[in-house]
């Protein structure tokens, strides 16, 4: 979303405009914005000075999106509450303590309120049928309202980095929950990585350019030398803020916590002697045959992965890709990690269907000692995957006129409405799912 400024505002040439994106210090409501009340629709103040919003907010009768992160407010305003049509509302890192019930708009699908100081939620969300994506990440929380129990749609739900000492039993009831992020509570248990890692010197790594950053780091093409060779790896240099998943210290510690497996992206070693003590991890590096199978969620699909609008995939590739992506969740499950963030986006494929998962920002570690937990939390996953599934299904192609496939077509439909259904206990488990899908391609 491009930057406008203050001056193009108060001169009217915003006229129209139905997004509006201002970041110059403000530390007052601009009243000109106003002046768009009837097609204004995006409203980003994020990167400002602000703590108040004016009392006559809902005059923008047409805000669906309001953004203000990075500012000092303490409280959420309660005023946002009283905009009919907003349904999507971020306040990441303020200063938050106080989310009073007034403030939760009717239409409200996404609440942002990571990393502020909120202690307590107020059992009015669960007024909220519409809430399909709630972040919470890095605040003050003990418990989470009951009530939250009668948002049947939450689909993804990021309580990572607060105070909770267990996960309320309505989380495991929540029909449609596909992706959850809870590290760095008093519940999770942070094991230490069991398999050996190697330490990589600083020293020993020659940066090259960036490759891409995300929300817990940046990601670089580096070369690795040592005495007997040299070759080129990734290396991700982690930031220390809480992010929209979680810490990335626990990112990095569930990525060596992992292990090897021929679906996901392999560890090289962990980075040391930095000189501003970075943590980081080196990876293999991913030549370019590999891309990525989708983008991430837009404002407008909210939970669902952006795919190219050319995007196919031949039945057998399909089938591939959700074996690899199954494979791999049944290993991290098997070492006690929940990935958390299951999703197209976060996943390469190559030739043949060839996949590999990635980024480990939003995982958690199941519990050992609660069987039924544990399970619990791994059928939430085997929603995720049905999502992904479901996504694969409708860009493949397959010889439809030819018996065999449309039997595996109506294999993986059957596979996918058993991966989404709404009573949780009765989805599979991968070890399951993998049968399945392996036994597609041996037919």
Known sequence: MPLNTLEDLRAGKLAGSRRLKL?????????????????????????????????????????????????????????????????????????????????????????????????????????????????????????????????????LVRIAANRLPALPNWLF????????????????????????????????????HALGEGASGVIHQATWRTAESAQPVALKLFKGAVTSDGLPLHEMNACLTAGTHPHLIPVLGQLTAHPEDAHGLVMAFIDSRYRSLAGPPSLASCTRDIYPAESTFHLDDAIRIALGIASAAEHLHARGILHGDLYGHNILHGDEGHALLGDFGAASFLPPDNPLVAMALQR????????????LLAFAVSDSDMPLSQARMHTLQALQADCAREDVVARPLFADIVAVLGGLLRD
């Not at 946002?80 to 938050?96: A, D, H, P, T």
């Not at 106080?98 to 202690?119: G, K, M, S, Y």
């Not at 992020?181 to 190697?198: K, M, S, Y």
């Open 23 to 155: 970041a110059c210090g403000l530390t007052a409501f601009p009243r000109e914005i106003f002046d768009l009340a009837e097609t204004l629709e995006i409203l980003d103040l994020s990167g400002n000075a602000l703590s108040s919003l004016p009392d006559d907010l809902p005059r923008l009768n047409k805000l669906r999106i309001l953004f203000c992160s990075n500012n000092p407010f303490t409280e959420l305003p309660a005023v946002i509450g009283q905009c009919l049509q907003l349904e999507m509302v971020g306040f990441k890192s303020n200063r938050i303590e106080q989310v009073p019930a007034a403030a939760l708009p009717p239409q409200l699908r996404w609440l942002i309120l990571t990393d502020n100081r909120i202690t307590e939620l107020p059992a009015e969300i669960g007024r909220c049928s519409r809430l399909q994506k709630l972040m919470l990440a890095g605040n003050q929380l003990h418990s989470l309202p009951a009530t939250l129990a009668d948002c049947t749609g939450l689909e």
């Open 173 to 208: 009831t929540l029909p449609r929950l596909a992706w959850l992020a809870f590290a760095g509570n008093p519940l999770d248990d942070q094991r230490l990585p069991t398999a050996h890692v190697r330490s990589i010197p600083w020293a020993d790594l020659h940066l090259s």
């Open 380 to 391: 939430i996953e085997v929603r995720a995957f049905a999502c992904l599934l479901e996504e």
